[in-house]
């Protein structure tokens, strides 16, 4: 029988359907991606010269700025969706500003090389050099902490949005809060007030453990779920252990656990598949709020249900894909 499931964090809601993955074709599957041409590829070490000058990398042996030598580098993206602020006047304005209207798009918009191996995944990378490099994910995020929001990207193979192979994130900087992450911030805000200091991911993260059906791994960190509510086949979220409000604050990353998430989408599909993943922290003054990370991985098709409700139609159940990922 399919359900129709709520999304505890944001409300969104889900039509769980398992048994459409058994219809002709129905079940999903990726085929490998063709390898990337390392001569072609502007984030491969020895190709410095091909991106922006950079903002900011790690090289453990020392070194001038966009050489060799690094374990992972940040560059400012080459056609940005947001630039700084400036004082220059704006274009004339629209007649019907209660219909039209624009502001410029300021912020940041960076991108953090993941490693200099010319790979399409972070499961293709050592587990060593994704915690390295979700560390300057963290650090990247703290340079900017004066925005209102910031939104940590990561997109991988063209399916999913990616223009360029090489496995990289990206940062934007905003200046406002989107409307998703405020839902979800007075969910959790009235969540914590109704229970009285409770914490809305934390108390889920401890009922899911207790039940167990939709738990893919646990480390001393983090704990790796299928959620509820998955709006696609093979949906994953990654919590930590003890809540805390914001990604870039002292504390565990849950970057092993990430890492090992992954590995086991690519041996149980084949292939790493592509996906979206992005890390989900709290507005800028929030405080009754908990990171994640999301793992969307890009089996099936948005087609015109989703797009013209909102609503998602999952045909794998949250508990089957846990199930085949702990046995991966």
């Not at 020895?46 to 070194?63: F, N």
């Not at 098709?301 to 949250?318: K, Q």
Request: aromatic fraction near 4%; proline fraction near 10%; charge should be negative.
């Amino acid at each position: 029988m399919p359900e129709l499931r709520s999304d505890p964090l944001s409300g969104h809601r889900t039509i769980v359907a398992g048994e459409r993955s058994r219809r002709p074709g129905g079940a999903p599957s990726c085929a490998p991606p063709e390898p990337i041409d390392t001569e072609k590829d502007p984030f491969a070490a020895g190709h410095e010269d091909r991106t922006p000058p950079e903002l900011h990398a790690v090289r453990p042996g020392g070194g001038a700025a966009d050489t060799g030598g690094w374990t992972v580098r940040v560059v400012p993206n080459l056609y940005p969706a947001l630039e700084p602020a400036t004082d220059e006047p704006r274009g004339p304005e629209p007649l019907r500003e209660d219909l039209f209207v624009s502001t410029p798009a300021t912020g940041a918009h960076e991108v953090i090389v993941n490693g200099p191996q010319s790979v399409l995944s972070l499961a293709e990378l050592p587990v060593e050099q994704v915690v390295a490099a979700v560390e300057v994910w963290r650090q990247r995020m703290r340079a900017h902490s004066a925005s209102a929001y910031l939104q940590l990207i990561v997109n991988e193979r063209r399916e999913a949005g990616a223009s360029l192979p090489h496995t990289h994130a990206q940062l934007y900087a905003l200046d406002f809060v989107p409307a998703t992450v405020a839902r979800e911030r007075e969910r959790s805000g009235a969540y914590t007030t109704r229970t009285m200091g409770q914490s809305l991911l934390g108390d889920l993260v401890a009922e899911e453990v207790r039940r167990g059906e939709r738990i893919v791994a646990i480390d001393e960190e983090a704990v790796l779920i299928a959620p509820y509510a998955s709006r696609l086949p093979f949906q994953l979220m990654l919590a930590p252990r003890t809540p805390r409000a914001r990604f870039q604050d002292d504390g565990p990353l849950g970057a092993r656990l990430l890492h090992d998430g992954l590995c086991r989408l690519a041996r149980h599909l084949g292939s790493s598949p592509p996906l979206n993943l992005w890390v989900r922290t709290a507005p800028r003054g929030a405080e009754d709020f908990c990171w994640r990370i999301d793992v969307l991985p890009r089996l099936t098709h948005l087609a015109g249900l989703e797009l013209s409700t909102d609503v998602n139609l999952n045909i794998v159940a949250p508990e089957h894909a846990a199930e085949l990922l702990r046995s991966a």
